[in-house]
């Protein structure tokens, strides 16, 4: 009589590798739509708190800096959310931001950003609209009753003032 050895043959192993590889094959996209789910998130979260810095200045305040005008969030605004203000009062902690040697001013980055990919990813800054007259209403937006808005350009990178992609403090 012949004795068997313990171990699998080779049609237990290419069905378990089959298995492996379609389980690995359903996987896959579900990760990727995660990691979009989480920059979507990342950037809301980012506009929320950048909102609320906006507001804490203008309660402590009582008015708008006349040099800070709608669009990205850089050098002057960004500079006085981190502390450069008449009371160092820093409004806003940045995780996310550089003074990239190629560009001349200091930014705060949404998770859109691609710091050093050339060919996928420009730079993409958080952006900011303004009440300038104080009457609670945004005049870029219709039906926007707030003081100040903020927003990412999301994934596509075209700045659509709050349409498209684009992750918004306000809705």
């Known amino acids: 009589m012949k004795a068997y050895t313990k171990g699998f043959t080779l049609i237990e192993l290419l ?13 896959m996209p579900l ?6 789910k989480a920059k979507v998130v990342k950037a809301l979260a980012g506009a929320k708190g950048l909102e609320t810095a906006f507001k804490s200045y203008l309660d402590m ?16 605004i960004f500079k006085t959310l981190r502390g450069d203000n008449p009371q160092g ?19 705060a980055w949404d998770p859109w950003s691609i710091p050093d990919d050339p060919i996928r990813g420009p730079w993409r800054a958080y952006r ?3 009440d300038k007259n104080y009457d609670n209403k945004i005049d870029a937006l219709p039906n926007v ?6 927003y990412s350009v999301g ?3 075209q700045d659509e003032q709050g349409d ?4 918004t403090s306000w809705k």
């Open 15 to 27: 069905v378990v590798i089959c298995i492996i590889a379609i389980l690995a094959g359903m996987i």
């Open 31 to 36: 990760y990727s739509n995660f990691l979009k």
């Open 61 to 76: 305040y009582k008015f708008w800096p006349t040099a800070w005008a709608d669009g990205e969030i850089k050098d002057d």
């Open 89 to 107: 009062i820093a409004f806003y902690e940045f995780a996310n931001y550089t003074n990239h040697p190629g560009m001349d001013q200091t930014t």
């Open 128 to 130: 900011v609209m303004f």
């Open 145 to 150: 009753y707030r003081s100040v808005v903020v």
């Open 155 to 157: 994934a596509n990178s």
């Open 164 to 167: 498209g992609d684009d992750d």
